[in-house]
C-alpha cells in the first residue's frame, strides 16, 4: 500500500470516526438534558422534538434529520470521498 492510498484510509477512518463521534455527542446532550431537565436544541421554532424514549434509535435519527445533522455529516463524508477519488484520478495519470 502507497503512502496516497495510507492517506485516503487514514481520512476515510477520520471521517467515519467524525461522523459517529458528532452522533454520540447529540445523544450525549439528549441524555443529559433528560437528567437535568434542561435545554434541547431544535431546528426552527416549533420543531420536532427528540423522543420521549431515548432508546428510540429511529426518532432519534427522525430528530436529527429534521435540525439537518444527518445531511450535514453526509455531505462532509461524499465531500470527502469525492475529493479522495479525484486525487486518486489524478495519481493514476501522473504515473
Known amino acids: 500500500m502507497t503512502l496516497f492510498n495510507l492517506s485516503i484510509v487514514f481520512s476515510t477512518c477520520m471521517t467515519q470516526y467524525h461522523l459517529f463521534d458528532t452522533i454520540r455527542s447529540e445523544v450525549d446532550h439528549l441524555h443529559a438534558v433528560k437528567e437535568e431537565h434542561g435545554y434541547v436544541r431544535v431546528a426552527f421554532v416549533g420543531g420536532k422534538q427528540p ?45
Open 51 to 95: 423522543p420521549s424514549d431515548l432508546t428510540d434509535a429511529d426518532g432519534i435519527c427522525e430528530w436529527l434529520d429534521e435540525r439537518g445533522i444527518i445531511d450535514r455529516e453526509w455531505y462532509k463524508m461524499k465531500t470527502m470521498m469525492d475529493s479522495a477519488h479525484n486525487l486518486e484520478s489524478s495519481a493514476k495519470e501522473g504515473q
